[in-house]
């Protein structure tokens, strides 16, 4: 049964398992497009695990083939739908266990972000990847805030919440947070 579709990849659920198969792009040489693919489920794969061994609850990867991820299902409602000041400190939380490991999200929404038997899984790492400059990071962090502001009313609640969850976590928070400041301030005038 299919349960999502994006530009990328189409996700189905088989009972306990969901199977996530990147899409052929017509627009590329096939040969360009299955390296590009297979090189991106391999990398996938890879960042969940080591999410994973960051403390940062992902589905567990039960197989990767060339274009398709096997994972678990997770059962959980999407934070866009319930986020709280509480949740999203420990998003915060998170996130800077995920920054501190080198990782970027790539995609940080609340729709990413599933709440099952109290704790909080990051699904959809197909735009992550490996980085620990601040600037990355940054975008990493505007892109949630940005998500908080365009689709919550408590948005400035829901910010200044992640951000004490995510200082906790991580030692250069302030850096990263200060760099939002100036990514923010780059976009109001473009």
Do not use: C
Not at 10 to 35: A, Q
Not at 113 to 123: E, G, P, W
């Amino acid at each position: 049964m299919e349960i999502g579709r994006g530009a990328e990849a189409i996700l189905t659920r088989d009972g306990n398992v969901v199977r996530k198969w990147r899409l052929p792009k017509s627009y590329r040489m096939k040969e360009l497009d299955e390296r590009l693919r297979a090189e991106r489920t391999v990398m996938e794969a890879r960042i969940m695990a080591e999410a994973r061994r960051a403390g940062v609850p992902t589905p567990i990867i039960r197989d990767v083939s060339r274009f398709e991820l096997v994972m678990e299902y997770v059962d959980g409602k999407k934070l866009r739908d319930i986020i709280t000041p509480e949740l999203s400190e420990r998003v915060g939380e998170l996130v800077g266990r995920l920054h501190k490991a080198g990782i970027v999200h790539g995609d940080l929404t609340t729709s990413n972000m599933l709440l099952k038997d109290n704790r909080i899984y990051f699904i959809d790492f197909g735009l992550a990847y490996h980085d620990q400059s601040i600037e990355a990071q940054g975008v990493d962090v505007h892109v949630y805030f940005q998500t908080l502001r365009s689709t919550h009313d408590d948005a400035d609640a829901l910010i200044e919440s992640f951000k004490r969850g995510y200082r906790r976590a991580y030692q250069r928070a302030d850096a990263v947070l200060t760099r939002v400041e100036e990514i923010r301030s780059r976009g109001r005038y473009l």
